[in-house]
Nanobody
Framework: QVQLVESGGGLVQPGGSLRLSCAAS????????MNWYRQALGRQRELVAG???????NYADSVKGRFTISRDNAKSTVYLQMDSLKSEDTAVYYC?????????????WGRGTQVTVSS
């Protein structure tokens, strides 16, 4: 119902910025809550930020004030603006779409994009 492709990852120095994009195709984007997760080496996957179809957002405490999630429904794209990056932000970042049909829950995931913060 939705295909997700992340882009924008790469190598950045501490204190730098990076903007991730997640392009969606399919018919469920406008009905989906979009999330960014990340998984660092040897760590569990964690929710970084989420945005509902109406634009309500939430963030992990570790990224509040530094990261901003947004969506452009016309372009079927969700973004994660990452500022003041720290080495602790190094991880594979995954785009996630979550939606419900008749109270049944569905999820889809992108392949992930590597973000490395290092001097």
């Amino acid at each position: 119902q939705v295909q997700l492709v992340e882009s924008g990852g790469g190598l950045v120095q501490p204190g730098g910025s990076l903007r991730l994009s997640c392009a969606a195709s399919g018919n469920m984007f406008s009905s989906s809550t979009m999330n960014w997760y990340r998984q660092a080496l040897g760590r569990q996957r964690e929710l970084v930020a989420g945005i509902t179809r109406g634009g309500s957002t939430n963030y992990a405490d570790s990224v509040k004030g530094r990261f901003t999630i947004s969506r452009d429904n016309a372009k079927s794209t969700v973004y994660l603006q990452m500022d003041s990056l720290k080495s602790e932000d190094t991880a594979v970042y995954y785009c996630n779409a979550h939606w419900m049909i008749l109270k049944a829950e569905f999820d889809n995931w992108g392949r992930g994009t590597q973000v490395t913060v290092s001097s």
